[in-house]
């Protein structure tokens, strides 16, 4: 662990023995009562925390002092159509990691439909996903995270347009208007209108849809199109879901400047 991470109502408690994080504390940082580590709040600030106290049951108690702001999000929401269960933890870790704003499954005409059942949503793995990519990334804040029962319902419902959550925006925003530095991407290596490597989109934010593996059905890409996206490829290779969002991520980091 690259910070510990703490949910507001967590404060206030001792962290119990066999919570990973007292382990990665004792055992792999070998603190001890009355040394500091790297903390802070789930989407709020981070500083440091103290052990104060190892107790006999083998639970620590512990102070936090955390007054420097969480860094911002990069501008950039990843749509993704849902894949294997087994997948979205690994996937949403990773996009969590790399300073998303924002994550999106969808359900699409040419996926299997039962992914969309998975329990991740509801039993909280994947809330819990995405604070283990923030950990690794020493952040605070995590993705907004939304589920959509199809394409068609997430381009109605334009969830790009909404309210972005607070300390969440770039200062890339702050260069006119958010709806013209807007840019909507459909990664479609399959009919593509041009090559995401040739997009000039310095100073600008970013919405990303990816399809499933076997990519976006006839009518989705007219759904796309009509709602302003352009279709772009990463090279005519089929890539794993996973491996495509974080290879189409990073490429959109590098495009609007945030790597440099």
Not at 59 to 74: A, G, H, K, M, N
Not at 97 to 123: F, H, V
Not at 212 to 236: H, Q
Request: glycine residues 10%; aromatic residues 4%.
């Amino acid at each position: 662990m690259n910070i510990i991470l703490f949910e507001p109502e967590e404060i206030e408690k001792p962290l119990p023995k066999r919570d990973e994080r007292t382990i990665h504390l004792l055992k792999v940082l070998h603190k001890m009562a009355g040394d500091n580590f790297e903390a802070g709040i789930v989407n709020g600030k981070r500083g440091q925390g103290r052990i104060e106290n190892v107790k006999r049951d083998g639970s620590i108690v512990f102070t936090l002092d955390l007054r420097e702001e969480p860094e911002q999000r990069y501008p950039i929401r990843i749509a993704v159509g849902f894949p294997r269960p087994i997948q979205i933890k690994r996937l949403l870790r990773d996009l969590s990691c790399l300073g998303m704003e924002a994550i999106d499954l969808i359900g699409t005409e040419l996926g299997e439909k039962s992914y969309r059942d998975t329990k991740l949503l509801s039993d909280g793995g994947a809330r819990t996903a995405l604070v283990e990519g923030a950990v690794q990334a020493r952040d605070t804040i995590i993705p907004l995270l939304g589920a959509y029962s199809n394409l068609e319902e997430w381009l109605e419902k334009r969830p790009w347009e909404k309210a972005q959550q607070s300390g969440a925006s770039w200062e890339l925003y702050s260069k006119g208007s958010r709806d013209r530095n807007r840019l909507l991407i459909a990664m479609d290596n399959v009919r593509p209108e041009g090559a995401l490597s040739l997009l000039q989109a310095s100073g600008r934010s970013m919405v990303l849809a990816i399809g499933c593996e076997r990519g976006w059905s006839d009518r989705e890409r007219e759904l796309l199109e009509r709602s302003g996206f352009l279709r772009l490829s990463m090279g005519s290779r089929a890539l794993r879901t996973e491996t495509a969002c974080v290879a189409a991520a990073v490429l959109a980091l590098e495009k609007i400047g945030a790597l440099g």
